[in-house]
């Protein structure tokens, strides 16, 4: 089974600030990982996919890259609703899915 | 619009069943994959079971297989998921998520409900 390894666990920064979020496959994933964003007590919402394609309707602030074994999530320019808690999701092992175990970003 | 909109979760006993449903509405339900997708309070994601558009292949999570089986009813626009001798582990918040078209895994998810919670307690 192919393991992702998501980092950090948890995240404090200020309005303004670039964040970047890591997750690493324990076997090449080529680019079958996606992005996803969860506020609390809502469904998760996918930013990215394909690794670095922007979902339809995300601001232009949040890029994915990175291909294989490791990628990342950024957000060049934090803004208040973008706290939240953001996970990755492979789909290259067949028959199942995968999801890494979450980053919470916190207001500084 | 595209919605997924999940129902029938509850407090069941341990041992006991339950039957979730999600509605689609605003897409050709026919043409997708679907996916079930569980989080449990305070925890991360964890998916739970696929089915492909035609209910020709489905797919499980060792932590359920045996005890859940998905399923659709094409002409309804509606995805099942029947949980059986339930245990306290499958507490959590169920969604149902549109996969890509026809067989799941390739695209990923992309469209979620908002859930439903499923309590297993005595």
């Known amino acids: 089974d192919i393991q992702m390894t998501q980092s950090p666990s948890s995240l404090s920064a200020s309005v303004g600030a670039r964040v970047t979020i890591t997750c690493r496959a324990s076997?090449?994933?080529?680019?079958?990982l996606g992005w996803y964003q969860q506020k609390p007590g809502k469904a998760p919402k996918r930013l990215i996919y394909a690794a670095s394609s922007l979902q339809s309707g995300v601001p232009s602030r949040f890029s994915g890259s990175g291909s294989g074994t490791e990628f990342t999530l950024t957000i060049s320019s934090l803004q208040p609703e973008d706290f939240a808690t953001y996970y990755c999701?492979?789909?290259?092992?067949?028959?199942?899915?995968?999801f890494g175990q979450g980053t919470k970003l916190e207001i500084k | 619009e595209v919605q997924l909109v999940e129902s029938g979760g509850g407090l069941v006993q341990p041992g006991g069943s339950l039957r979730l449903s999600c509605a689609a509405s605003g897409f050709t339900f026919s043409s997708y994959a679907m996916n079930w997708v569980r989080q449990a309070p305070g925890k991360g994601l964890e998916w739970v079971s696929a089915i492909s558009a035609t209910s020709v292949s489905t797919y499980y999570a060792a932590s359920v297989k045996g005890r859940f089986t998905i399923s659709r009813d094409n002409s309804k626009d509606t995805l099942y998921l029947l949980m059986n001798s339930l245990i306290v582990e499958d507490t959590a918040v169920y969604y149902c998520?549109?996969?890509?078209?026809?067989?799941?895994?390739?695209?990923?998810?992309?469209?979620w409900g908002q859930g439903t919670t499923v309590a297993v307690s005595s």
């Open positions: 998520a549109r996969d890509g078209e026809s067989l799941p895994f390739r695209d990923g998810m992309d469209v």
């Open positions: 076997q090449g994933i080529r680019n079958d």
């Open positions: 999701l492979q789909h290259n092992s067949y028959p199942m899915y995968t």
